[in-house]
Nanobody, 123 residues
Framework: QVQLVESGGGSVQAGDSLRLSCAASGRTFSSYTIGWFRQAPRKERELVAGISWVGSSIYYADSVKGRFTISRDNAKNTVTLQMNILNAEDTAVYYC????????????????WGQGTQVTVSS
């Protein structure tokens, strides 16, 4: 089992950057695929980015390609989501999630979730 804690959210202006971090507990962190999801008001939760166990497989939603970068440091049990050129449509609660599957983009395979961190982008 793995426990996840997100940090780094906040309120920014359009065009700014933010870096979200997901800190995980557990000695088996490196065996989990990690994904960043977001949920905006009145919208379904969506997978924004995901990274496989050793980072060999990475997924990005079309809406964030070229602006967001996901990375992981298994030695530090952390996954980072660097978000650049933010816009109002990026406003949401961002969640870190873990999956035992090697398939990065299959959303229903993510079993463990953090509590979320709010990102608000003003235009």
């Amino acid at each position: 089992q793995v426990q996840l804690v997100e940090s780094g959210g906040g309120s920014v202006q359009a065009g700014d950057s933010l870096r979200l971090s997901c800190a995980a507990s557990g000695r088996t962190f490196s065996s989990y695929t990690i994904g960043w999801f977001r949920q905006a008001p009145r919208k379904e939760r969506e997978l924004v980015a995901g990274i496989s166990w050793v980072g060999s497989s990475i997924y990005y939603a079309d809406s964030v390609k070229g602006r967001f970068t996901i990375s992981r440091d298994n030695a530090k049990n952390t996954v980072t989501l660097q978000m650049n050129i933010l816009n109002a449509e990026d406003t949401a609660v961002y969640y870190c999630a873990a999956s035992r599957s090697r398939t990065v983009s299959t959303t229903w395979l993510y079993d463990y979730w953090g509590q979320g961190t709010q990102v608000t982008v003003s235009s």
